[in-house]
């Protein structure tokens, strides 16, 4: 069961349920659902550390005092943890938007419990298997979106992730994987947005990308965390050339409750997109492929087991 958080005003209507994964705190996904509880969305924060979802929610509050949240258990490197959570994220009943922002950044090689790449299985396979799990949910909220948090950094791969998922490339380029997996995400939101609309479901399927943006997310994938000297200093030198992590939310919130059509890709508009004022942005032509996207899909579909309809 999805757990409400114990001062949420429940005399307020609620007008639209928003999940965020991966909401750490000061990071993208803290600004993107403070944006939407400053707009008066339920807000679902979606993560897998407890008390990280607890110091998010705090601070979400100290910001918007009358937001609306709960907390939502998920671990989206693991398919049958995010099974368990979309289960018992049925008890949210309808939704208005599901915001798919959970990632990690070349990280070194880590296989999961289902054998699958961790990159992969955190930036590609857990949003896929979700996305799917919640869409009658999404289909119910009614004009619903589906907004996927890409990158620049997709312009890194020379091709589609469609090799076996469970065995290791060689050599393993953790940088090459990580632009799959983000060229991956949009690939995904574009054949997600083509299909919904073929059988008519009233969902659109947008994505976005934040620029060059201060989070901890390079720190965390190059040393595994960011408590240490070395991770400090690389935080610390990321920031120093990049937007806030608040300035990089925005292309996210646009996508979200801006006024656009599905496959939209919007981001920063400034130099390279790495910072500026939020607006449609264009990819590479492999993010454009349909053959790509098709084989994607019906890869993505095997490999954690489940038939969008």
């Not at 909401?23 to 996904?29: E, I």
């Not at 368990?84 to 994220?89: C, E, F, G, Q």
């Not at 799917?132 to 091709?159: E, F, I, N």
């Amino acid at each position: 069961m999805v757990e409400p958080d114990s001062r949420r005003n429940t005399r307020h209507v609620v007008t639209s349920t928003s999940v965020v994964t991966g909401p750490s705190p000061g990071g993208l996904g803290q600004y993107v659902a403070a944006g939407l509880a400053r707009r008066g969305d339920r807000v679902v924060l979606a993560g897998r550390t407890r008390s990280r979802l607890e110091e998010t929610a705090a601070a979400i509050r100290a910001d918007v005092p009358r937001a609306r949240i709960e907390l939502l258990d998920l671990d989206l490197a693991e398919l049958a943890t995010v099974r368990s959570a979309a289960a018992r994220a049925a008890d949210l009943g309808p939704l208005g938007l599901l915001v798919n922002n959970a990632g990690v950044m070349a990280p070194p090689y880590t296989r999961t419990a289902d054998g699958l790449d961790l990159q992969m299985a955190t930036n590609h396979w857990g949003p896929f298997l979700l996305t799917g799990l919640l869409l009658p949910q999404l289909v119910a909220g009614g004009d619903s979106r589906v907004v996927t948090v890409s990158s620049v950094g997709h312009r890194l791969a020379r091709h589609a992730p469609l090799h076996d998922p469970r065995s290791k490339p060689h050599p393993y380029s953790r940088w090459a994987v990580y632009g799959q997996t983000k060229v991956a995400n949009l690939l995904f939101t574009f054949e997600l947005d083509r299909r919904l609309a073929a059988v008519g479901l009233p969902v659109r399927a947008l994505a976005a990308h934040p620029g060059l943006a201060g989070t901890h997310l390079f720190a965390n994938g190059q040393v595994g965390g960011f408590t240490g000297a070395v991770g400090s200093i690389l935080d610390a030198a990321q920031r120093a050339v990049s937007q806030s992590a608040a300035e990089g939310a925005r292309p996210v919130l646009m996508a979200a409750t801006a006024d656009l059509p599905g496959s939209t890709y919007v981001g920063p508009t400034g130099f390279r997109e790495a910072r500026g004022e939020p607006g449609l942005v264009g990819c590479s032509d492999l993010a454009r492929d349909p053959d790509a996207a098709r084989r994607l899909w019906e890869l993505s579909e095997e490999t954690v087991g489940l038939r969008y309809p």
